[in-house]
Every structure is written in C-alpha cells, then in structure tokens.
C-alpha cells in the first residue's frame, strides 16, 4: 500500500499551497513594488517549474525535445500575446 500512495504529488501540492500563501502575503504585508515584484516572480516561476515537473510529468516522457519545444513555443505565444496587448493599449497604437 506504501508503494500505491503518491507521495510526490502530495508534496507538490503542499509547495504549491506554499507559494500560493507567499505570494498573497504581498498583498497582506503591503511590500514595495520592488519586492513585490521580485517575490511574485520567483514564486510564480517556481510554480511552473512545480507544475510542469509533478502534475504534467514533464520528465517521463522519451520525446523530450518535443516537449521542451512545445513549451518555448507556448512562452513566445505568450510573450507576444502580452507585447502585443500592451503596444495596442498602452503605447499609443492607433
């Protein structure tokens, strides 16, 4: 039964809820935008990290290259969706 218990997606879940509780802590503790800003992106980028290795199994498949690939992908589509909304409603577009 040992064997049959999954340990480390419990203790994924536990970081997750971890950083979950530092990054609402900016909001409560009212932090400068500095720290702010450096304490939600590390801990966003650690969630990622914790959700790519442990719930999306990341690490188990052969094709790595396709994997890491599809997620370069997914990381330019973003960064562009975001560049782009910000051209078109902040910096003048018209």
Known sequence: ???????QHVMGFGFSLLLTIVA?????FDMSFNMAFGIL???A???????LVLFMHIGESEDKKTLYTTIL????VGVVTIL???????????
Do not use: E, R
């Open 41 to 43: 992106l590390v801990t």
């Open 45 to 51: 980028i650690a969630q990622a990290t914790v959700q």
């Open 73 to 76: 992908y997914a990381v330019f």
């Open 1 to 7: 039964m040992k064997d049959l218990f999954p340990k």
């Open 24 to 28: 609402l802590s900016v909001v409560k």
């Open 84 to 94: 782009g909304t910000l051209f078109a409603m902040i910096w003048g577009y018209n």
